[in-house]
């Protein structure tokens, strides 16, 4: 099924992610994981793409794995900065030939210490959209960054780019993580204002390890609000507590989304079975469980 005709519905709605194992040798691990999360019913499951392009066959199988085996949609993940142009072809080729309709157009980060763009690279995610739309009957995802994206100086400049993108073909968008709902809301607001119509899904984090916090900070950019240090301060040394207590941040932020008119909310889980388990326990009163499809 196409996550475009999925965003339709109004109810509430959760779809989770897993990212692909870096060698052949962890990929049951991550297939048991994903069997698990798919247990739930969530509306679909991403699967995430190496920047380095190695597990981009694991990314097409697991994805593959989901739609068919478990019969949950999928959305497969495909960065183009880090591949040549044959490359990405290439990996549109399987995807079509395994019948993924989902993609997320991503440029991915660019690599350390080497040249970009060469001249059979993309230089944006938004040249890959454009070849997407031609290449097939995808719907397209792209990614989005309610703080601004870490390399654009000026958030207007992010916004902008952002346009350019969706109207080379994207469907929808998926957010950056972010801790604080209000910036989701005042981003939504600009870029409405812009005319991106595109449905949004924000991108929620179980925080549930104090290691955790320094990466995602290094990553994304994002700006901790004082009520998430204070959980990490008071929690971040006792494992099982700070576990239940980024599980309990997360929930919230879900909820206050869902009573805020947000109809779909995408979970970064991470492969971890048990923290997708425990948010849905605590929404299973509120949240649709997706039928799984014959
Ligand atoms: P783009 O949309 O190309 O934007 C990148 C930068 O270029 C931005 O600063 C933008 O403002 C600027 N820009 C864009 N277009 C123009 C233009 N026309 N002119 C000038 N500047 C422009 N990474 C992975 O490696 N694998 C994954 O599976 C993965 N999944 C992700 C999922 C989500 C939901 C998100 C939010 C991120 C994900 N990432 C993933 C990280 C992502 O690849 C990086 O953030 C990357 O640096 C930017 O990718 P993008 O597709 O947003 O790039």
């Not at 910036?183 to 899904?201: A, S, T």
């Not at 507590?241 to 932020?253: L, N, P, S």
């Amino acid at each position: 099924m196409k996550i475009k005709d999925i965003l339709k519905e109004t109810a509430p709605h959760i779809s989770f992610e897993v990212f692909p194992p870096k060698t052949d040798a962890g990929f049951e691990s991550v297939l048991a994981a994903t069997d698990r999360i798919a247990a739930l019913k969530p509306s679909y499951i991403s699967v995430t793409y190496g920047a380095g392009g190695g597990t981009s066959k694991n990314t097409v199988n697991i994805a593959s794995h989901i739609k068919d085996d478990l019969g949950v949609t999928s959305l497969a993940h495909l960065t183009c900065v880090s591949s040549t142009r044959e490359h990405v072809q290439e990996v549109i080729r399987q995807l079509k030939e395994k019948e993924i309709e989902n993609v997320l157009a991503l440029r991915g980060d660019i690599p350390k210490n080497s040249e970009f763009p060469l001249p059979d690279q993309y230089k944006y995610a938004s040249e890959l959209v454009k070849e997407m739309k031609e290449q097939g009957d995808f719907c397209i995802g792209a990614a989005c960054y309610p703080e601004g994206h870490v390399d654009t100086e000026f958030k207007r400049d992010d916004i902008n780019n952002l346009k350019i993108k969706v109207d080379c073909g994207v469907d929808f968008l998926t957010t950056q993580m972010f801790f604080e709902n209000s910036i989701f809301y005042n981003f939504l607001y600009k870029i409405r204002e812009k005319g991106i119509m595109v449905p949004v899904l924000p991108g929620i984090m179980p925080v549930t390890h104090k290691s955790q916090v320094e990466r995602i900070c290094n990553m994304s950019g994002t700006v901790l609000p004082q009520r998430f240090i204070d959980v990490v301060e008071r929690f971040g040394d006792n494992p099982k507590a700070m576990r239940q207590a980024g599980i309990a941040y997360a929930t919230d932020q879900i909820i206050d989304l869902f009573a805020n008119g947000i109809n779909h909310v995408h979970i970064y889980s991470m492969n971890k079975p048990e923290v997708a388990e425990a948010i849905m326990n605590n929404l299973s009163e509120i949240v649709v469980k997706t039928e799984i499809h014959s």
